[in-house]
């Protein structure tokens, strides 16, 4: 298993700002990705994060609006840039294990409740 | 991508079976079938996932059909504490980006 840690478990912001969310795993992992979730719907895959190169992004998604980082096999960053209320949702970490590949099981950490006023 | 149709909510009483379905009549050879739930404002969790064989962990029992188009998440004896959204979802085998998340069923335990 892993233990996933956020930061911040919750934020409030000002719409036209920044937030940056931080993702980290006390294990080293496969694959790292971030999902969202907008108030009463499901999760949405936003990107996939990439050690040490660009993120993999899903359709709708932009770097510009989103920029990933993700320096080493146990951390990784979620930016949203120039917030608007649309962008209030939560925000969750997810990874794969090294070492279960073949089972593909998801953990995810707590999430990222983000408000935009 | 097989798609995944579940009810939108399911209601269960303490102590019963709660037998959760989906469909996903699009369903490929090579795709598995995962469950997961969220319970409210958690991360998602694992619950079990399958092929084509019936699973069962500690948790919960998977059985699919034989012609692998739906199958049907099994809690022996629900408690409240099982109050969640479980998420079906396909996804082909090794190719870990394709977890996507449909709408859900949000199973209500009852005393």
């Known amino acids: 298993s892993a233990v996933i840690s956020q930061k911040p478990s919750r934020d409030i912001c000002q719409r036209g700002t920044s937030l940056t969310i931080q993702c980290q795993v006390d294990?080293?992992?496969?694959?790292m990705f971030w999902y969202r979730q907008q108030p009463g719907q499901s999760l949405t895959l936003i990107a996939t994060?990439?050690?040490?190169?660009?993120?993999?992004?899903e359709s709708g998604f932009v770097i510009d609006k989103f920029p990933i980082s993700r320096p080493n096999l146990t951390f990784s960053t979620l930016t949203v840039s120039n917030m608007s209320p649309e962008d209030s949702s939560i925000y969750l970490c997810?990874?794969?294990?090294?070492?279960?590949?073949?089972?593909?099981?998801?953990?995810f950490g707590e999430g990222s409740r983000l408000t935009v006023l | 991508d097989a798609k995944t149709t579940q009810p939108t909510s399911m209601d269960c009483a303490e102590g019963r079976a709660a037998n959760l379905p989906c469909n996903h009549s699009?369903?490929?050879?090579?795709?598995?079938v995962y469950w997961y739930r969220q319970i409210h404002s958690q991360g998602p969790q694992y619950i079990i996932h399958?092929?084509?064989n019936n699973e069962t962990n500690e948790m919960a029992s998977l059985i699919i059909t034989e012609d692998r188009k739906s199958s049907t998440l099994i809690l022996p004896h629900a408690t409240l504490r099982d109050t969640a959204v479980y998420y079906c979802?396909?996804?082909?085998?090794?190719?870990?980006?394709?977890?996507?998340f449909g709408s859900g069923t949000k199973l209500n335990v009852k005393p």
């Open positions: 979802i396909v996804r082909p085998r090794g190719n870990f980006n394709k977890f996507y």
């Open positions: 994060a990439n050690q040490g190169s660009e993120a993999t992004y």
């Open positions: 997810s990874v794969v294990t090294s070492g279960v590949a073949n089972t593909g099981e998801l953990f």
């Open positions: 399958g092929l084509k």
């Open positions: 699009t369903i490929s050879g090579n795709e598995y």
């Open positions: 294990s080293q992992v496969t694959m």
